[in-house]
């Protein structure tokens, strides 16, 4: 697939910034990702742009994905998004108009997917910040019909689903998972089904594909479950993180004691108290830029993007500034480099060490 230049480059800068702002940021299941053939990738929502960005950022293919069709509001902001891979999807609220515009962003999909490329949706439509798997939204399945009449069933093409599992949605250093499951084929066998039977028959066995990749919290007991989750000991490895979340999950009893609230290490906090203060005072200006807009802007389901988003600017900006100030106080190149170079892995370990002392993720 060719894509061009800025598009490269900008993935190589989002995915450095994504190494820096989680802790960990684990990929499993590529293997799973089919070669020379047509995908779609289908994963759960619970994150807002993170979602694209950790997905398409972990992997060799560079996927169109649709996207909420508010942001495509100006010129400049069409073709930005366009730069991205991205295309706008349009939901009941935008109006009868807005929906018939998603015959378009379906016909461009389709031609994606008919040379062999990849597009990523989420399956359940609009996004919600909890450890669950809503209904799933029957887009996917749409493209997929279409795509495959119009190549008489036999494109190679795949529905590849895409769990998604974060300790924290944006939390700085906290930690997630993308948790590729097995490619489901979708060409002849499908070939004799209506296309109504199709939709709902596909869209039922990704979600069944999809349960197992991500932490489903039934709702009758939510709030018990979350809190306990929460307040467990992480394991190192984020698959047995998932795999031990949805056991505690499945077997919860009701009783929120089965699990001792984490205490906090404060030998580990004096004994690096000062890395802290050095880590707080480098970051203070930035950090208050970014969290005063948010508090004031910004809603808390697009608090993690527009957080990782503003701290892919400032950060780097303010670091310039300083290691400007650095070099005018003493006059050395190498002492400037060197501030300039640990002080966001200072940072982040600073983040690390404060997490592993009070148990939080």
Request: glycine letters at 4%; aromatic letters at 14%; charged letters at 20%.
């Amino acid at each position: 697939m060719r894509v061009n230049a800025f598009y490269w480059l900008m993935r190589g800068y989002v995915k450095l910034t994504l190494l820096f702002f989680y802790r960990k940021w684990q990929i499993h299941g590529k293997e799973n990702i089919p070669k020379n053939a047509a995908i779609i990738f289908v994963a759960n929502h619970q994150n807002a742009f993170q979602d694209a960005l950790v997905v398409t950022c972990g992997i060799d293919e560079a996927p169109w994905f649709l996207t909420r069709a508010n942001v495509f509001a100006s010129r400049f902001a069409r073709w930005l998004f366009n730069q991205f891979h991205m295309m706008p999807v349009y939901r009941f609220r935008d109006g009868i108009k807005g929906l018939r515009n998603n015959e378009a962003s379906m016909r461009l999909s389709a031609d994606i997917l008919n040379k062999r490329w990849a597009i990523l949706l989420f399956g359940e439509g609009d996004q919600n910040m909890q450890w669950t798997l809503r209904n799933m939204q029957k887009g996917f399945a749409r493209i997929a019909w279409m795509v495959q009449q119009e190549n008489n069933w036999k494109l190679p093409l795949y529905v590849v689903p895409v769990g998604l599992h974060y300790d924290h949605y944006y939390n700085y250093r906290s930690r997630m998972l993308v948790n590729y499951g097995k490619a489901i084929p979708v060409g002849e066998a499908y070939k004799d089904m209506d296309e109504r039977k199709f939709l709902l028959h596909l869209t039922d066995t990704v979600r069944d594909a999809l349960k197992p990749l991500m932490l489903d919290i039934p709702a009758e007991h939510y709030a018990e479950i979350e809190r306990a989750v929460r307040n467990s000991p992480a394991k190192r490895n984020m698959v047995e993180q998932l795999q031990r979340d949805q056991q505690l999950a499945a077997t919860w009893s009701g009783n929120p004691v089965t699990v001792q609230p984490k205490s906090t290490n404060y030998a580990l906090l004096a004994l690096t108290f000062p890395l802290h203060v050095y880590a707080w005072l480098n970051n203070v200006i930035p950090y208050f830029i970014i969290h005063r807009f948010l508090d004031m802007k910004v809603s808390r389901e697009f608090r993690g993007s527009v957080k990782f988003g503003m701290g892919m600017v400032l950060v780097p900006v303010f670091t310039l500034i300083q290691s400007a100030v650095v070099q005018a106080v003493f006059h050395d190149w190498r002492i400037t480099l060197g501030y300039a170079i640990t002080l966001p892995f200072l940072t982040g370990w600073s983040v690390d060490i404060w997490k592993k002392a009070t148990g939080s993720r």
